[in-house]
């Protein structure tokens, strides 16, 4: 840095010339616009996500206690693309407790953590339920985790597991897992 005097006796330190104007050239903002709309636009793994696209019976497994019987019931569910193939939006039909319930979930792929990520309401609850997580053998099973709260024990920020397995067109089964036991198992079959 140069010390220059000014006309009225003040010293004044000379910068280095800094970048005006926007910020960043049109260069730098096309490859930023790229990298935003390649983060957008759906891929193979979205692909994946077809196996569970249509209409399916579902037959409801439920364990209250680790190695006792489940409590089997009946459902209904219809899955569908919604936002242009971003996420697959399933609303599903069933019974909790002896009443009906519905439930809604919607599963996508984060092309920037790459990771399967779904979400989860129902009008039984008021949480939202978020689990993460990989693919494994082709994306034939997909693997989240997640954390919930117990309304019946009062536990908080408990480990919760889920295990999509593809096992044909017409077919997948869905597990959840809570502290490691399994609590949860849906067998889909394409209506």
């Not at 209409?55 to 089997?72: D, H, L, R, T």
């Not at 939006?89 to 953590?113: A, C, I, Q, V, W």
């Not at 480990?159 to 609590?183: A, C, L, Q, R, W």
Request: net charge negative; glycine share 10%; charged share 25%.
């Amino acid at each position: 840095m140069n010390q220059t005097i000014d006309n009225g006796g003040t010293a004044t330190l000379d910068r280095p010339a800094e970048k005006t104007g926007p910020g960043k050239s049109d260069a730098e903002k096309q490859e930023m616009q790229k990298k935003m709309e390649a983060a957008g636009t759906p891929g193979p793994a979205h692909k994946a996500l077809d196996a569970f696209v249509g209409n399916w019976k579902a037959e409801v497994k439920c364990w209250c206690e680790a190695g006792g019987e489940p409590s089997v019931s009946q459902g209904t569910a219809k899955a569908a693309w919604i936002l242009n193939g971003h996420f697959v939006e399933e609303e599903f039909h069933g019974e909790m407790m002896g009443k009906p319930f519905t439930g809604r979930s919607l599963m996508g792929y984060d092309n920037t953590k790459q990771t399967f990520n779904t979400v989860w309401v129902s009008d039984t609850q008021t949480a939202v339920v978020t689990s993460e997580g990989k693919g494994q053998n082709g994306n034939k099973v997909i693997t989240l985790e997640g954390k919930s709260d117990c309304p019946a024990t009062g536990r908080k920020d408990m480990p919760m597991k889920t295990v999509f397995h593809v096992i044909s067109p017409d077919k997948y089964v869905f597990e959840m897992f809570n502290d490691g036991n399994k609590s949860m198992e849906i067998t889909y079959t394409r209506n």
